[in-house]
């Protein structure tokens, strides 16, 4: 089975930055994905990670490093509405397979 | 608009009940996953059809079924209903069975409360 861990809450300031991290434990791993879900909505895919490094996408970005089982979600110029939580999933490597989904870090972002 | 379509956004029935969701997949998308999401919990894999076949079974109750039709539109159904069946039911689909890059688009969910 799989094991993901995320840190339940964090706070950060407008216009701040925050690093969002997620660890897993896997018996095999095909990718690491990161969505964001406001409040009773559907989550949305942000970014996804198969190999070792940074990926970029505007103010957000992910990394992975495989070796240590680590990735985190890096945000940046922190606006209101990315108060959401930010969810941590990970494909396993054995053929088609679905996500596995960590429980979240809730992010409030204040003014 | 992730273009899944959940119905009912909500539900409230009484334990012992029976309730079916619906759901129907982007366009072009073969594979439907079902998850549970509750407050204590985080999303909860149930199970997931393939171009109309189950392809992935996780924590689904013997209570819950699924299938997908040959439109490809899916339905689970929740029999036998207790209150810690109360939770929000998403929907996913993506293009095909679960390939490496695979994204998942998930609908805006069945809120279902058991009383």
């Known amino acids: 089975g799989q094991n993901i861990d995320q840190p339940t809450e964090m706070t950060a300031t407008e216009g701040a930055i925050v690093q969002i991290n997620c660890t897993y434990q896997t018996s095999g791993f095909n990718g690491l994905f990161w969505y964001q879900q406001h409040a009773g909505e559907a989550p949305t895919f942000l970014s996804y990670n198969v190999l070792d490094g940074l990926e970029e996408k505007g103010r957000f970005s992910s990394f992975l490093s495989r070796s240590k089982g680590y990735s985190y979600l890096l945000l940046k110029e922190l606006q209101m509405k990315d108060s959401a939580s930010y969810l941590c999933a990970v494909r396993v490597a054995w053929g088609y397979s679905t996500l596995t989904f960590g429980k979240g870090t809730m992010l409030l972002v204040s003014p | 608009d992730s273009g899944v379509t959940q119905t009912p956004k909500h539900l409230i029935t009484a334990t012992g009940q029976r309730v079916t969701l619906r759901c129907s997949p982007r366009?072009?998308?073969?594979?439907v996953y079902w998850y549970q999401q509750s407050l204590d919990q985080g999303l909860q894999f149930l199970i997931q059809y393939y171009n109309g076949e189950e392809r992935a079974k996780g924590n689904i109750l013997e209570r819950f079924s699924a299938q997908q039709f040959p439109d490809l539109h899916s339905e689970l159904n929740l029999s036998s209903l207790e209150l810690g069946d109360s939770a929000l039911y998403f929907c996913?689909?993506?293009?095909?069975?679960?390939?490496?890059?695979?994204?998942?688009?998930f609908g805006s969910g069945t809120q279902l409360s058991v009383l």
């Open positions: 996913a689909s993506s293009v095909a069975g679960g390939q490496t890059n695979e994204k998942l688009f």
């Open positions: 366009s072009g998308d073969l594979s």
